[in-house]
């Protein structure tokens, strides 16, 4: 299986500010056909997750630009910039390249 | 508006076992592969299963080792989740997922079953 590593696991974060969540995964997601298969999921208290961002840098429909993914081998990142009250939740990086689909641990983002 | 409406859930004792639909509506049902996430209590998202298009092609996380069963009926825009031989460990919020890993990712708002004697 695909071990999908992210870092922090807590995010305290002044709102206006940025933050960085870095996932690691231990092989390339890279499919031959040239997608990345890295998406970010976000859950917010009392909601179910939504999709963030896919194939690593794309973002899904109607989610502001102040999320955006990078990626460098088996390495992403997920940057917010001005973090808003309305970011508070649990970040999950995750691989749909092969079965079983793995998730990073999550990183929970508050608001200092 | 795109929907995805789980029911099902409940509370079942050890070995006993519950089925869970998941009612779409908004889109075109038939043309996306649709999956199974939970998330247990206290910890993080765990894909379950995935069905292909026409319902011909699944695939299960090793964990449920026979146990569940995914299907869909298009007719009815509908997918469920078949869970036998419950175990205390699969207690969890279920959710149905349409196109996990691709552009069109969207999530119901999932059904809570509790597996407790």
Redo the contacts between chains.
């Keep these: ?1 695909i071990v999908m590593t992210q870092s922090p696991l807590y995010l305290p974060v002044t709102p206006g500010e940025s933050a960085s969540i870095s996932c690691r995964s231990s092989q390339s997601l890279l499919h031959s056909l040239g997608k990345i ?1 890295l ?1 970010w ?1 976000v ?1 917010k208290p009392g909601q ?4 963030l961002i ?2 690593a840098s ?1 973002r ?1 429909s109607g989610v502001p630009d102040r999320f955006s993914g990078s990626e460098s081998g088996t390495e992403f990142t997920l940057k917010i910039s001005r973090v808003e009250a309305e970011d508070v939740g ?1 970040y ?1 990086c ?1 691989q ?1 390249l092969q ?8 990183t929970k983002l508050e608001i200092k | 508006e795109v929907q995805l409406v789980e029911s099902g859930g409940g509370l079942v004792q050890p070995g006993g076992s519950l089925r869970l639909s998941c009612a779409a509506s908004g889109f075109a049902f038939k043309t996306y592969w649709m999956h199974w996430v939970r998330r247990a209590p206290g910890k993080g998202l765990e894909w379950v299963s995935r069905i292909n298009e026409d319902g011909t092609y699944t695939t299960y996380a090793n964990f449920v080792e026979g146990r569940f069963t995914i299907s869909r009926d298009n007719a009815r825009n509908t997918l469920f989740l078949q869970m036998n031989s419950l175990r205390v460990e699969d207690t969890a919020v279920y959710y149905c997922v349409r196109d996990l890993g691709g552009q069109g990712g969207y999530w119901g708002q999932g059904s809570l079953v509790t597996v407790s004697s």
Excluded: E, R, V
Excluded at chain 1, 48 to 51: C, E, G, H, K, R
Excluded at chain 1, 99 to 106: A, D, L, R, S, V
């Design positions: 299986d298969w998406d999921h859950q179910s997750p939504q999709l896919h194939s794309k899904a649990i999950y995750m749909g079965t079983p689909y793995t998730f990073g641990q999550g």
